[in-house]
């Protein structure tokens, strides 16, 4: 199981490395997430212990189940779920430094007046339906620049970029409007000059499309098959709102 956890990540950063290339970009802007959705923590932390840094989660749950066998070993953590309200003091006991999906005005004066409350404070990137899809969690578009100044003025929240999921699809070029769209309005929201907002992270991009995000300006790109194997269930049922 190391060995092929440890290839795979070799492979996957030549992937980032050759796109990165391709596209006239510095390796040092992408940063790879590794999606452990379903993953054991023993698989976590073979990548943990040779090299990777960052991780993240789809449910709360299972953040809740692998935190004390991960919490000695270094890390960052990201929650990339759909977050419900009843869920947020878990986000912040089990130590997530951001969360990725942050799409509702609800949830996040929620999150913040919890934040106040233990004086603390959380990144964030504000997550996108680029592909209008009714199953798929995200501001959409033509509001997005609106929720990231309404968020703005919550102090506890340190807005950070965007996130999408994209186009579920094994062809990339359909995925490419989607992660188009998100630099667009990623370049949008920088005119707008937001006080406190930093636009700098752009998360998108999976296993089957990573060039493709990165050639459209992805800064993280989110793996989790490619490195520890499929999954039992599909990626529909982590993603999709009727599940």
Not at 142 to 167: F, V, W, Y
Request: proline content about 2%; charged content about 30%; some cysteine.
């Amino acid at each position: 199981m190391k060995e092929d956890i440890l290839h795979n990540l070799e492979v996957i950063h030549d992937r980032i490395k050759k796109a990165c290339e391709k596209a006239g970009r510095n390796r040092d802007e992408v940063r790879l997430l590794l999606a452990t959705k379903t993953v054991s923590p023993t698989s976590i932390k073979i990548a943990l212990e040779n090299g990777q840094t960052l991780i993240a989660e789809n449910k709360v749950q299972e953040l809740k189940e692998k935190y004390e066998e991960l919490k000695e070993t270094p890390h960052e953590n990201h929650f990339i779920g759909h977050l419900q309200t009843n869920k947020i003091k878990d986000i912040l006991k089990y130590d997530v430094a951001c969360v990725q999906s942050l799409d509702r005005m609800d949830l996040a004066e929620k999150l913040h007046q919890r934040l106040l409350a233990e004086r603390k404070t959380i990144e964030v990137l504000i997550q996108v339906n680029t592909s209008n899809e009714e199953s798929k969690f995200g501001v959409y578009p033509d509001e997005a620049a609106e929720l990231t100044r309404k968020l703005s003025e919550l102090s506890t929240l340190k807005i950070k970029g965007l996130m999408t999921i994209g186009l579920f699809s094994a062809e990339t070029e359909k995925v490419r409007p989607c992660f188009r769209l998100l630099k667009n309005l990623q370049q949008e929201i920088i005119k707008q000059n937001i006080p406190h907002v930093e636009m700098k992270e752009l998360s998108m991009g999976m296993s089957g499309d990573l060039e493709t995000a990165i050639e459209e300006g992805a800064t993280i790109v989110r793996v989790g098959t490619a490195v520890f194997g499929a999954r039992v269930y599909p990626d529909s049922f982590y993603w999709d709102e009727g599940v």
